[in-house]
């Protein structure tokens, strides 16, 4: 894929991109919307309406039968468990309460041994590997089979595009971290096509205030009913559009991810698209989901995973996440520490007459954007690094338009060829750039435990 994607994809015309992103786009859409995806859809729609003595009694055979699974499949499970006094016959009649009596499963232990002794030794058909972003550490490997990623998929269809009045097969537009376009590209278009599944994939690496009309041709041309990606992304193009004057746009919703969504970003959307802006949180982990209804409240899906609350120090009203899934049996992830931190809502009520837990807000970073000389502003600057090896952990800072601070907290893999590597990172995203890069043991965090990405010193224009 390396071959294809450095040395041959780039050379190819733009129709014959446009052919391989569909070709691609055809087989990933097989995935996942196949198999158990229709019957899992229905069970998602039908539980909407559980009520919390259904979820309770549902979340407990769940958490069983996740349990004994985990026990009797998973060595990493069996061993930690066992030393814990736990065998399986005290999984066979355990209660939602006892669950905060099993250890936490820590993120490192999902780095060190997530493609090991955590993976079950009764697996599905189709697994695959995917990483997360790793946004501040190293990327974690989430083992995919096809049925479970038909589930999440399900979810996903049935929790967050449903909720916004749209589906998947419904034109879209998506800003995300894939490069779609060659860096060394400087004419438009700056999209491509995938035809399968009805998506034009913007670049994330040519948005700019000069660039943008050529973004709106295609939201038009193709006649999108959503756009969807990353929040600062998304809502770099809609500000553009409208400092540009170009307002008269109308989509049904905007799906955002990955980002803190604020509310100046949900004014843009609804002033450029004339739509709502729908928030959701979740994770390539998939162990638990968050969506915002159609009354603008924040839901968790109980059947997704348990969510745990653990009271953080840093901030009165925010809680640490802890996520047991359900989702995934073959690399089970139970009372896993995710990093992120939610605020509860007291009040459960909804006027959609869901009876779902209810979540204030979602707390995350929101790391600074990238303005490079020639006007291009790159957000999500730090998920350029995810697939890189012997770096735990990164902090971009930029000291001046083409030059670049790194603090990097290095793995025992960190060599010259880590260093090459984010050289060619820089090379391919943005062109050349004087880079200082600094190892350090560790980098300062704020009170929540957590610390910003990406600090820019130049200020947006």
């Known amino acids: 894929m390396g071959f294809w994607q450095d040395k041959i994809y780039p050379r190819l015309p733009v129709s ?136 999440w998929s399900a979810a996903f269809e049935s929790r967050i595009r449903h909720w916004a009045g749209v589906n998947r097969f419904d034109a879209r537009g998506m800003i995300g971290g894939r490069l779609v376009v060659p860096s060394t590209q400087t004419a438009p278009p700056f999209f491509r096509v995938n035809q399968a599944e009805n998506q034009v994939y913007f670049s994330i690496n040519h948005l700019s205030k000069k660039n943008v009309s050529n973004y709106l041709y295609a939201i038009q041309k193709h006649n999108l009913i959503y756009m969807t990606g990353y929040a600062s992304s998304n809502y770099l193009l809609a500000k553009y559009a409208i400092e540009l004057g170009l307002e008269n746009i109308a989509l049904k919703a905007v799906i955002t991810s990955s980002e803190k969504l604020t509310q100046q970003m949900r004014d843009t959307f609804m002033s450029l698209y004339h739509c709502k802006t729908y928030d959701s949180w979740s994770g390539i982990e998939a162990c638990g989901l968050i969506s915002e209804c159609e009354n603008g409240r924040l839901h968790i899906s109980p059947d997704v995973g348990i969510l745990e609350m653990l009271k953080s120090d840093g901030d009165s009203n925010a809680e640490e996440v802890i996520c047991t899934g359900f989702l995934n049996r073959d690399q089970p992830l139970i009372r896993y520490r995710i990093g992120d931190l939610l605020e509860l809502d007291k009040n459960d009520y909804c006027a959609c007459g869901r009876g779902l837990p209810v979540v204030k807000s979602i707390i995350g970073r929101i790391d600074d954007i990238v303005t490079l000389r020639d006007g291009r502003q790159l957000s999500s600057f730090n998920r350029f690094f995810a697939d890189i090896k012997g770096v735990s952990e990164v902090q971009v800072v930029q000291k001046d338009y083409d030059f670049f601070q790194l603090l990097i907290v290095p793995t025992e893999d960190y060599d010259i060829s880590t ?34 990405a990406v600090i820019s010193e130049i200020s947006m224009q």
Do not use: M
Not at 31 to 55: C, D, I, M, P, S
């Open 419 to 452: 260093l090459n590597a984010i050289q060619k990172v820089f090379i391919e995203r943005i062109g050349l750039v004087s880079l200082d890069v600094e190892q350090v043991e560790f980098i300062p965090r704020n009170k929540n435990g957590k610390f910003k």
């Open 16 to 151: 014959a991109q446009n052919w391989a992103i569909s070709a691609y786009g055809y087989a990933w859409h097989r995935r996942r919307f196949a198999g158990v995806f229709h019957e899992e859809l229905k069970k998602f729609k039908e539980r909407e309406n559980y009520t919390v003595l259904q979820w309770q009694d549902y979340q407990t055979a769940e958490l069983r039968r996740l349990l004994c699974h985990a026990f009797e499949t998973v060595p990493f499970y069996r061993e930690k468990y066992s030393k814990a006094g736990f065998g399986l016959s005290d999984f066979e009649k355990f209660e939602l309460e006892d669950l905060k009596k099993l250890p936490y499963l820590e993120k490192e232990d999902l780095r060190r041994f997530g493609i090991t002794t955590l993976l079950s030794s009764k697996r599905e058909k189709g697994g695959h590997f995917f990483s997360s972003s790793g946004s501040t550490g190293t990327p974690t490997q989430i083992l995919f089979s096809h049925p479970f990623h038909q589930r």
